[in-house]
């Protein structure tokens, strides 16, 4: 057995001092290997948590995209809600127009259409269905001419809807007389608009109508009437305003200077009936395209003359002044262009009570010659202008004064100048007098 203390007999004895430094440096480099073990340790563990830390950053990275994404569903949700909410407001809005339009047809007393584009009934009122004895079922998706065995299909409304409608988007007041089987003659009048529902782009057509059968049939017994009366007027009028003249005649010469005085104010009388009697006779003649004119060439000046001086005896209190002239001759009826100018300042007398003025001015164009005559008088409100010249028409007075006359005269003076190819035209303002202005070719 070896004693391991023992040092074996030839071996060198290592000197003590070496020992302890070769003790020494093992144990430094135990102790190094150690550092180095664990900086090994400690760089793993900080790779580890780096990779951790990626890891984590990684996960960070898709939670963000995650939440992005999110917010970005909540946004879209967000719009859509937008717009459902705004399809809503708008379809409550579509019916609630809906409902006020079928308000509006249903109580109307006008017959009326909504036609497509292809002329087909959308819908019709109830006044529709009762007027025409029709049912709702025989009348929407029919073609309008389809209606009552064809007998919508005329020409006038083939024009009004086919032509006049796609140029000018609306027509108004088109009289068409229909035979209807079991209702007989009906006569209606149109009105007709195009429409474009603009949120859907459907193009529609609303076509309202009226019954003037009734109205007519009055307006023509109304007509017949008053041209019957006025030539049952003219025969006796004539003979009294003969006989009143030869009286005059006999007793121009009279000492009884009362009886002389009432023939002149009966002849004056008659001739107001005379006048009236014809402006009535004339009313039915331009009713019936039966007014007849002369044609003669004279000089326009002169006639405005004679006329402006005749009339001046009508009042005392107005004075007619005449300026210009047209050196201009005019081809047409001198009586009738003559009762132009009377008309007119009769007219400027009667409606301007307060005035002292009434001027009439003569001028010309190369092709016209031009008569104004303005008078200081009522005027006339813008509202009325157009109305005028309609048959009958007379401004309702509200200052209450009253002024006697029928409502014809303007429409037999516009008959006359446009018989005569001319204008005739006023221009006024309310309180301020009144300006009317004609026209009449130049004879060539
Ligand atoms: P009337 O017999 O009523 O005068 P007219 O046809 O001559 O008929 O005129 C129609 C209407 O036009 C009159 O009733 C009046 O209201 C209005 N009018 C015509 N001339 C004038 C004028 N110079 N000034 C104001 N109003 C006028």
Redesign the pocket.
Known sequence: MVNKTQPKPNAKRIPRADVRFGAAVVARDIAEQKRAADLVIANKELVFQNKEKEKRAAELVIANKELAFQNNEKEKRAAELVIANKELAFQAKLEQSLSYAQGILGTMREPLLVLDKELRIKTANEAFYMMFAITEKDTEGALIYELKNRRWDTPRLREALEKILPQKSSFHDLEITFDFPGLGSKIMLFNGRRLIQSEVGEELILLAMQDITEQTLLQKRNDSFMSMASHELKTPVTTIKTLVQILQKQYEKSDDKTLVGYLMRMGQQIDQLTKLVTDLLDVSKIKADKFELEEKTFDFDPLALELVTSCQFLSLDHTIVLRGKTNEKVCGDRNAIGRVFT?IIV??I???PSADEIIVTLSHTKRDVCVSIQ?F????AQGHIDK?FQRF???DNESGQN?S???????ITQAIVTQHKGRIWVE?REGQG?T?IFTFPIAV
């Open positions: 008309n007219n400027a009667k409606y301007a008078d008088g009522i005027g006339i005028i028409f007379q401004v002024f006359g029928l409502g014809i005269g303007l429409y006024s009144s009317f």
